[in-house]
């Protein structure tokens, strides 16, 4: 849950719509610090909301999720997304 902030969710838009060609890339699309944007990719990642394809040295992001439903299990930290 705490991934769906609006920030997030305007960056798997940009992933999916403007398909950036590289971690940096997408940086300065967004204008967000590298290291931080690496660390949130990679919780994306872990979620399966996105992954990456090598491209040469370059690591390009692609979105793998186009809808996807967060189950909330209110009585423990057993939530879990969904992808569709």
Do not use: C, W, Y
Not at 2 to 8: A, D, S, V, Y
Not at 23 to 39: D, S, Y
Not at 45 to 71: D, I, M, W
């Amino acid at each position: 849950m705490r991934l769906l902030t609006p920030e997030n969710r305007e960056l798997l838009r940009v992933i999916r719509d403007d398909r950036p060609d590289s971690v940096a890339a997408l940086a300065r699309i967004t204008h967000r610090a590298g290291p931080n944007l690496t660390r949130t990719l990679g919780k994306l990642e872990a979620a399966g909301l996105v992954t990456f394809q090598q491209n040469g040295k370059r690591r390009v992001p692609v979105s793998l999720a186009r809808t996807f439903s967060v189950h909330v299990d209110p009585f423990s930290s057993n939530d879990r997304i969904e992808v569709a």
